[in-house]
């Protein structure tokens, strides 16, 4: 039973254009959210994070939005850039726990010129 | 420091055969974690460590898997009588005490059992 979903494998999208990753969760109990991009034969890479008492967390061309009602949160980046072409990973951090992070099966973005 | 290393890159083994991996985190962070990777599929968590002790294990982690991070520092991942389904990629990664900031990934060690 997966506890986060990522329900589109791929997404395209044109250069300069915005990108929207979307995640579902089930879990209420989860404290944290993070998104990481992961390039071919590397590991991931953490972008950005979001406590679950906050909406809305931006870090230049990346914000994560959280809609907890919803169990549900988007990671929009803008303007979209061809480097930008990866596999993104939304994770979250059940609470009490420090260690496990439960990760989707990504999204694969690809940014085209 | 270049940040969270891996060795190997690339393991190939036949099955019923060990196999260890190395990992060597970021030196300020004191949590260090391993997770597993297959085509298709997100990291799953395998086993974390503060400082030198495990404080959380996976069912994913069978007996025939063992780690360890003797002195704090460096980490192993023994899998003992290997079979064809632990052939994944084997991340490391460490990171500090706040979360804000997630964890800092290794390159990972693919593992092929044949």
């Known amino acids: 039973d997966q506890q986060v979903k990522q329900n589109s494998p791929s997404l395209s999208v044109q250069e300069g254009r915005i990108s929207i990753l979307n995640c579902d969760y089930t879990?209420?109990?989860?404290?944290?959210f993070l998104w990481y991009k992961k390039y071919p034969a590397e590991g991931p890479t953490f972008l950005i994070s979001?406590?679950?008492?906050?909406d809305k967390n931006e870090d230049g061309r990346f914000t994560v939005f959280l809609n907890k009602s919803a169990k549900h949160l988007s990671l929009h980046i803008v303007p979209s850039q061809p480097g930008d072409s990866a596999v993104y990973f939304c994770?979250?951090?059940?609470?009490?726990?420090?260690?496990?992070?439960?990760f989707g099966k990504g999204t694969k973005l690809s940014v085209k010129p | 420091d270049t940040g969270v290393s891996q060795d190997p890159r690339h393991k190939i083994t036949k099955r019923g055969q060990n196999v260890t991996f190395r990992c060597d985190p970021i030196?300020?962070?004191?949590?260090l974690y391993w997770y597993r990777q297959t085509l298709g599929q997100g990291p799953e968590f395998l086993t974390y460590?503060?400082?030198?002790?495990?404080?959380?294990k996976s069912r994913l982690l069978s007996d025939r898997f063992s780690a360890e991070r003797p002195k704090g520092s460096f980490s192993t991942l023994e899998i003992q009588r290997t079979e064809q389904g632990d052939s994944a990629m084997y991340l490391c990664?460490?990171?500090?005490?706040?979360?804000?900031?997630?964890?800092?990934f290794g390159s990972g060690t693919r593992l092929t059992v044949v």
């Open positions: 979001i406590s679950s008492i906050k």
């Open positions: 990664a460490s990171s500090s005490e706040s979360i804000n900031y997630g964890y800092t």
């Open positions: 030196s300020e962070h004191n949590r």
């Open positions: 879990n209420s109990m989860f404290d944290y």
């Open positions: 460590f503060q400082n030198e002790a495990q404080l959380e």
């Open positions: 994770a979250a951090s059940p609470g009490g726990s420090q260690g496990n992070l439960i």
